[in-house]
């Protein structure tokens, strides 16, 4: 958002920020981009975990944030560009599937981490406006109140997670003490709440293979959403509308 509303100091120290970020996935999973972290029901950890390191760049990212957050609200010519810019309707947002930041936005508190016993006394992140301003604090909130969870589920892993180079552990979740078992044939279905909105699987299994999978993505149905939005503004509104949306075009590639 920064970037597109040519706030480029703001967006640099951001650029800064993202690049440290990958830095604290490396010293979490050992790759900057979190490779071969996720198997089917399970994470794989394969080196010990430095609880102390995380918690100081995840703490030391924090501040930083709030700090670039701050000053942003207080950047009127950043805010002008957002204020009232591509307002969503509580109506449209649920006549169009609308999910994530986007919908929370538009003051409609519905968020799948509040039914997750992962995320124990999640309250979701909500704004009444509508608009490119509220879909950014909201995103703001949400990256602000990751601490804890992040926090809760460090205390987890190095409590529970003893990894091997030999076989892959569980390291949370629901089912965390059973072995995945996987039936010969079947359908099945799961949703998860993404940065952009609900991710949704649909798969079917015959023969142990994978016969049929269809993916729905927030960007599917955001999309319908941004282009009436975006109606009767300029043309200079595009690109920081389009990313308060947090869209993607290859996450609509069918």
Known sequence: LAGAAAQRVLATHLAALFERSLRVNALF????????????????????IDGGAL???????????????????????YLDRLHDVAVVRRDTAVARNLTGPSLRATGIEEDLRTY??????????????????????VRAEEILSSWSIVDGQLTALEREVRPTSARVRRAFGSNR??????????????????????????????????????????SLFGYQVFAEALTGHIFTDFPFALDSFGLSFADAAR
């Not at 909500?126 to 604090?137: H, K």
């Not at 078992?181 to 142990?208: F, K, M, N, Y």
């Open 116 to 137: 997750d016993d992962l995320y124990d006394g999640y309250r979701a992140k909500v704004r009444l406006e509508g608009d490119s301003l509220a879909r950014m604090e």
């Open 29 to 48: 999973a050992g790759s900057r981009y979190l490779l071969n972290l996720r198997v089917p029901g399970a994470m794989a950890l394969r080196h010990e």
């Open 55 to 77: 918690r100081r760049e995840i703490s030391a990212l924090r501040e930083r944030f709030e700090r670039l957050l701050e000053t942003s609200l207080t950047n009127r010519n």
């Open 177 to 218: 003490d059973r072995d995945l078992q996987l039936p010969d044939h079947g359908t099945g279905c799961a949703a998860v709440e993404g940065p952009s909105g609900v991710i949704a699987w649909a798969v079917e299994l015959r023969d142990r293979r994978v016969e049929m999978a269809h993916a729905s993505t927030p």
